[in-house]
């Protein structure tokens, strides 16, 4: 990220866009990294082709990959708004995902 | 990526150095609680037996309740432990008996080891918060250490590098490195399954969508839970439990761990038969189901479906139950190498930010600082006064197992607060020979204390390392920190950021 070069030399003193930016990017990490584990864990467990309790242990067990990954890219994106847009569109994807899985999907029927 | 990883580190490696240290304790969790009750003999009694004292217990003190759970005597806990829930919001209530008698014991009240394992995922908080905390903590360690070795690029020769007299700052940084690499696959795995373990608590979306919630018929549908049964309202007379559990000890290999009774007393009353895991890495328990009233059998688990299968073979892994003497240890010593990043760690963040000659240190490196002793050295000042409240306090002291954590806290915490207040150079060295004169006492006070002696070899020569390795990581780090200071500040200003 630009910021690196600032975030090397704190001794010269971080301007306020640097630390806006750097706490921009832990709240997206942390709210935006749990929203997309959470939405690919409730859509993967309605989702996958398996019996429900194995479709929800392989998607809660993917989750903390998933979780860490997203927020091994918001620290790594360019720029903060490229971050947030490369959560945003698989969020909207999960989601979409998710909204259509539970209309079709029958969940309280014993399996 | 090098600052996710210094600061991703920096901001939970308390937490986590704690979660280490307890958790590293805990492959020897039956050892401690071993030595935590030096009254007790190993006692042979027949598991059948066991769980009708138990049981005979619970329908004096329990007869309305839900559910009885009686645990039978174990090789670490000669004991039969009662346990019953009043209802399913009731917290859980428990009485530890006499294996012989059924009596309630006489023996000393202590959590034991189970006190430590508590606390290396609860931290003795509230439950769901220390859950929490930990888990987070966990997840942002898992962050800082995939971004720790994309920072290091070198990985291979550093490996076999180890500068020790070269810089302070640059000794720091090899034995973080050298401690971190070289167990490696351990610190992903532990950190990882340590998560898993947590999983339904930090990722309850699967059971939400797919069960609307429903929890229990997650683990039943898993071939993990059997399924329960409503009481009818009809009181009916069971069974006695020995030759249910005779019968279900016949189709297992091994032994019995605990019997659960739902709805005792009633008419859709059933019997659960909870064996030990057997060999392998997965963790799960055997269980048979039986009708109370008629005895036939309901239900058997014991295999599960692939997922399940890796879920759980997820947690075994984490436990390491399935470990014997030689790989336990090494279990052991790769959560010693754990606990020794992260103490490096932060203590490389402070050497490579000591102010020049001259200069006060500015308020967040001696907060830093001060955290560091408060909790490098403090917890393990915490937990040798734990050990020594178990032989020190009065055997009859009233609410004696709250009193062991008690001291525990107040220990640490003095220790931590010695430490904010006086961050110095001086207080690791006086500090560390303080903890480690602490651990030397153990065996001693042990030893006068009780009419074991020396029985406990192991547990007595582990507390002498423990106190001679702490003694000697202190010095180390009042020293080093004194030459980094003495330094030209500019010798290695590049690894600042290391």
Known sequence: MPDEAALRNPGRGLGWRVRAMVAGRVVLATFGGYAIAALSTAFLSLALPMVRSEAVATATLLSFAVMVGAVVWVFSARTLGRAALGLAIPGILLGGGLWLAMTFVETVSPA | ?498
């Open chain 2, 1 to 498: 990526m090098a600052w996710l990883h210094t600061w991703a580190g920096l901001v939970t490696g308390w937490v986590m150095f704690c979660v280490f240290v307890t958790g590293t304790a805990t492959y020897y969790r039956t050892d401690i609680s071993q030595w935590m009750r030096p009254e007790l003999r190993a006692a042979a009694v027949e598991p059948g037996l066991a769980a009708e004292r138990g049981a005979a217990y619970l329908k004096v003190h329990a007869p309305k309740a839900v559910s009885w759970f009686v645990s039978v005597p174990q090789e670490d806990r000669p004991l039969i432990g009662v346990y019953w829930l009043d209802s399913f919001e009731a917290p859980i209530q428990q009485a530890m008996l006499d294996a012989e008698t059924g009596a309630p014991t006489t023996v000393r009240a202590t959590h034991g080891g189970d006190f430590l394992y508590r606390f290396h995922y609860e931290l003795q908080i509230m439950p769901v918060l220390g859950r929490w905390i930990v888990g987070a903590s966990a997840l942002i360690l898992l962050v800082a250490l995939v971004s720790g070795i994309v920072t290091h690029r070198r990985i291979f020769s550093d490996f076999f590098t180890f500068r020790r007299d070269r810089s302070a700052q640059r000794g720091w940084l090899d034995a973080h490195n050298v401690t971190g690499v070289l167990a490696l696959p351990f610190h992903l795995m532990i950190t990882y399954t340590g998560i898993v373990t947590l999983a339904f608590t930090l990722m309850p979306w699967g059971v939400a969508s797919a069960y609307r919630g429903d929890e229990l018929r997650f683990f039943v549908e898993a071939g993990q839970s059997p399924a329960w049964q409503a009481a009818t309202g009809r009181p009916a007379e069971a069974l006695p439990l020995a030759p249910l559990m005779g019968r279900a000890q016949a189709e297992v290999s091994e032994p019995l761990e605990m019997v659960i009774v739902n709805n005792p007393g009633d008419a859709a009353s059933t019997v659960v038969a909870v064996f030990e895991e057997p060999k392998g890495l997965a963790h799960r328990h055997p269980q048979i189901v039986f009708d109370a009233v008629s005895g036939a059998v309901i239900n058997r688990l014991g295999t599960l479906k692939p997922a399940a299968h890796v879920f759980t073979s997820f947690l075994g892994l984490h436990e390491a139950h399935f470990a014997g003497p030689a790989l336990r240890v090494l279990f052991f010593l790769c959560g010693v190498m754990g606990s020794a990043t992260i103490a490096t760690g932060h203590v490389l963040w402070s050497v490579a930010r000591a102010p020049k000659p001259g200069t006060a240190a500015g308020f967040g490196l001696r907060l830093v600082r001060g955290l560091n002793l408060g909790t490098i050295l403090g917890l393990p000042i915490g937990i040798a006064a734990f050990f020594l409240a178990n032989r020190l306090l009065p055997v009859a002291l009233d609410q004696r197992a709250t009193w062991e954590g008690g001291v525990f806290f107040a220990a640490w915490g003095g220790a931590a607060i010695l430490g904010l207040l006086r961050p110095h150079d001086r207080t690791w060295r006086e500090m560390g020979t303080a903890a480690a004169l602490l651990f030397l006492a153990i065996p001693l006070v042990s030893a006068v204390t009780t009419d074991r002696g020396f029985d406990f070899v192991g547990f007595d020569a582990a507390m002498i390392a423990i106190g001679f390795a702490l003694a000697w990581g202190a010095r180390k780090v009042s020293r080093y920190r004194g030459s980094a200071r003495a330094r030209p500040a500019a010798a290695s200003k590049s690894l600042a950021r290391a």
